[in-house]
């Protein structure tokens, strides 16, 4: 049931993301790695607790996310 209504929710933001128009979509874009971006150091440690893994590691995997993102958006 959750997993059925988590689908329809997607198809539903796919369906209005694919309205928006490709600047809108990379300024968003843009604006989610910047969010990212400015919390990587608590994500990292939120990693670093929930998968024991060395806090430096888990914020080079944050950064290489939010280079993605960066990437994603040009």
């Known amino acids: 049931e959750e997993c059925d209504a988590a689908v329809a929710g997607a198809r539903a933001a796919h369906a209005a993301w694919a309205r928006t128009a490709p600047a809108e979509r990379a ?9 990212v971006a400015a919390v990587a150091k608590d994500l ?31």
């Open 44 to 74: 990292a440690e939120l990693v670093e607790r929930e998968t024991a893994k060395p806090v430096d590691d888990a914020l080079a995997g944050v950064q290489a996310g939010v280079e993605t993102l960066r990437q994603s958006a040009e």
């Open 27 to 35: 300024a968003r874009v843009k604006d989610a790695a910047a969010a």
